[in-house]
């Protein structure tokens, strides 16, 4: 425990990273003024016939999917009862509750009146709308994601009474966030169900709300993996024995897990194609695109899991995370912007202004750096010695 | 101007008074025929000559800044537009490669009977009133722009370039203008009767005799009639529609039917859910419990059978 | 000529290739199963 106070204390300030990060702050801070003082058309690109950009296909969407660990950890330990992987919930718990914090963050910029997001729930209630039920369902998530976390904010805090009853609610918790999950990453799905004439028709099947649902569980998987991947290498100091000992079987239990539900998501693709009848389109140049997410992205790491699991090698399975990871991104990005507006000719396609990717950005790199502050201090890599109760 | 056949059908629906009040319209798995009464706008584009009077006229009807070129200046036509936050319809112009024949037509928002801005605003912003129209209500709008994604007519527009107070803006049929018994500014402006306000089942009757009557000059097809569950504006044209820029591919589904099947499987979901992840939680932990006990059971029976082989008691793990 | 006349149009154009599918699938799924939870220690 000393060793991780001292390696805190005693971390360089100028890092390359920490540089790097500072620029993004910088710039980041110029273009949100910029965006609330001239308006959305001046950073970005998106117009009447692209409404939606990667501000929603990569910060909302891709963000939403990736953020999935947490439900699915959680789930996994506390309903499935797998013990053996209890050192990877506070980490998946704590990169979901920072995900969906960071899509809320981005959606006051994507969203033309921010100040309007309550009025949903509390004036005027659209319930025709799938996006009412995304809405209502990633807020109350938002909270449960805050509660399981909070026990670690606590018990750095000191707060054990607290801390006590909060513990209580974990059960719960898990349960109400897997319904929550189920409902919200389906229904981002469910979005593009209304615009059948806009999606191609390779991606759009009225069993979006089933794809997406699907391969947020296999991203939840991946990330975790992923996750735990980049803090070994960074954050290792700052890991208890349990977490390392767990470090590796972690990557076995949730790789054979992401091969089952890769291969399973897979299938439902090609049944979604046979029971649409849409072969054909799988000769075209959108086919060739989507064969390319298809099996580079599921059924490539589908394979690369399985290998890993059997051949025992950690080393396949943590890349096979994140080519899933990447899959991932490019379905959510190709049912938002890439195959959408498919119709719209080759030059009034939309691609993202350099200042979008900037918010982006900037989005992330406070992700990252909150990440980091809490990862360093509050026991989330470790367990708290006074709270060993942590079941 | 005297008394046309379309100003007598203005007057005619327009004296027959108007309810007020609007209602959401919210097709869950029924199917929505329409208010009855309600009026729509019959667009016969083999009468438009692009002369862009009702481009002009909305533009003053609506207080709309004016813009760069004036509604005189027929050059604009050589380019596609689409409706703008300034710009509520727009006349196209179409020409055949082949024949070189010119077809004008004036685009804006169809108010369909089924709105499918109406069905995806998660803040109930649009609202399909019994008059006929779909009309937008700025106040709880939030920005979201899922109503663009959502028209298959691509109408609504955003002001992007508007930082504090951006909104939606569309068509609104001049609803002020037919609840006081007037014409829409457009159908009003026209001067050569391309379009004509009235109620909807009789502008389908009105299409339908001078297709009859003209074979040779229309597509024997209204469009509007069912195209996303029908439109409360109709139109007939000489030239084939995907020619002049309208999709045919849309179908005859309601947009809201696009989402129902979705938004119907959420209850179950809160209802099965709980029951299938406890079930799963007890039944695990229940098998957890047997596997301790019959660990303990297997380490008591080692310990007595290595205690009456007497050889070394084995520790407990 | 329209309808149904080879086994291919059977498949294509009345789904019925979705049955084949089916039970391929799940024939498959069972093999992955036992796939990943053999290893090379348990054969060693």
């Not at chain 1, 350099?354 to 950005?361: A, D, N, Q, V, Y």
């Not at chain 2, 097809?221 to 045919?248: A, C, K, S």
Request: proline share 5%.
């Amino acid at each position: 425990m000393t060793d991780r106070i001292a390696a805190l204390k005693s971390r360089p300030l100028l890092t390359p990273f920490n540089i790097f990060a500072a620029i993004i702050l910088v710039i980041g801070a110029f273009l949100t003024f910029k965006r609330f003082t001239q308006g959305i058309g001046a950073v970005s690109n998106l117009t009447d016939t692209h409404p939606w950009g990667i501000w929603i296909g990569f910060d909302l969407l891709t963000g939403v999917a990736l953020a999935a660990g947490g439900y699915v950890t959680s789930a996994a330990v506390h309903i499935f009862g797998k013990k053996e992987y209890h050192s990877a919930i506070r980490p998946a718990i704590l990169t979901g509750f920072l995900g969906y914090s960071l899509v809320v963050f981005a959606l006051l910029y994507d969203v033309g009146r921010p100040w309007k997001l309550p009025y949903p729930f509390l004036v005027s209630q659209g319930v025709t709308s799938v996006m009412f039920e995304v809405g209502a369902c990633v807020m109350l998530y938002l909270t449960v994601l805050f509660l399981e976390f909070s026990p670690a904010a606590l018990e750095w805090l000191g707060l054990s009474k607290i801390r006590k009853t909060v513990v209580r609610l974990t059960m719960l918790l898990t349960i109400l966030g897997v319904i929550l999950s189920t409902l919200h990453q389906s229904s981002l799905g469910a979005l593009f169900l209304l615009a059948p004439s806009k999606l191609h028709p390779l991606w759009y099947s009225p069993y979006l709300p089933i794809f997406f649902f699907v391969s947020s569980i296999a991203a939840g998987l991946s990330m975790v993996i992923f996750e735990s991947t980049m803090a070994h290498k960074k954050f290792e100091i700052y890991m208890d024995d349990r977490h390392k000992q767990e470090y590796n079987p972690v990557a076995f239990g949730f790789g054979r897990a992401a091969a089952l539900v890769l291969a399973a998501y897979f299938a439902c693709k090609v049944f979604g194609i046979a029971l649409d009848n849409n072969w054909r389109f799988l000769f075209t140049g959108w086919g060739a695109w989507f064969l390319f997410e298809l099996s580079g992205f599921v059924l490539l790491p589908c394979f690369m899991y399985s290998i890993g699991v059997r051949d025992r090698n950690p080393k396949v399975i943590r890349a096979a995370s994140v080519i899933t990871v990447l899959g991932i991104m490019l379905n959510r990005l190709n049912v938002s912007v890439i195959a959408f507006n498919y119709h719209v000719p080759a030059d009034e396609r939309y691609f993202p202004s350099i200042m979008e990717i900037g918010i982006t950005l900037f989005i992330i790199t406070i992700g990252i750096l909150v990440y980091r502050f809490i990862v360093t201090r509050m026991p989330v890599l470790y367990k708290h010695p006074d709270y060993e109760d942590v079941h | 101007m005297g008394i046309t056949r379309r100003s007598f059908l203005g007057w005619l629906t327009g004296a027959a008074g108007v309810a007020t009040g609007a209602k959401t319209v919210e097709a869950a798995h029924g199917h929505f025929n329409g208010y009855p009464d309600s009026y729509a706008i019959l667009h016969d584009t083999t009468l438009c000559i692009g002369c862009r009077s009702c481009e002009a006229a909305c533009n003053t009807v609506n207080n709309l800044p004016k813009p760069e070129k004036s509604f005189k200046d027929l050059t604009v036509l050589d380019e596609k537009r689409r409706t703008t936050p300034h710009a509520f319809t727009v006349v196209n112009k179409y020409t055949d490669p082949h024949t070189g024949k010119i077809t004008y037509r004036k685009d804006q928002c169809n108010h369909c009977q089924e709105p499918a801005c109406a069905s995806a605003c998660f803040v109930g912003a649009f609202k399909k009133t019994p008059e006929g129209s779909v009309q937008y209500d700025a106040s709880v709008c939030v920005g979201c722009r899922y109503c663009q994604i959502a028209c298959p007519f691509n109408i609504p527009t955003f002001d992007f370039d508007d930082a504090f107070t951006p909104k939606i803006t569309k068509c609104t049929m001049c609803q002020p203008r037919i609840e006081k018994g007037q014409l829409p500014g457009c159908v009003e402006a026209c001067p050569m009767e391309a379009l004509t306000f009235g109620k909807r089942s009789d502008l389908v009757e009105i299409a339908r005799e001078r297709i009859r009557k003209y074979p040779q000059r229309y597509i024997d097809h209204i469009y509007g009639m069912d195209e996303m569950g029908g439109t409360n504006w109709l139109y007939i044209t000489e030239t084939p529609f995907e020619q002049v820029g309208m999709r045919t591919d849309l179908g005859v589904t309601p947009a809201p039917e696009f989402t129902s099947g979705a938004l119907s499987i959420v209850p179950m979901i809160i209802g099965l859910w709980p029951v299938l992840l406890g079930g799963l939680y007890v039944i695990n932990k229940r098998r957890d419990e047997i596997d301790e006990h019959e660990k303990e059971e297997a380490v008591k029976t080692a310990i007595e059978n290595a205690n009456n082989g007497g050889k070394e008691g084995r520790h407990d793990r | 000529m329209e309808g149904i006349h080879t086994l291919q149009e059977f498949m294509f154009q009345t789904k019925g290739i979705i049955y084949i599918l089916a039970v391929g699938y799940l024939l498959g799924f069972v093999w992955f199963w036992r796939f990943l939870k053999m290893d090379k220690k348990r054969e060693q």
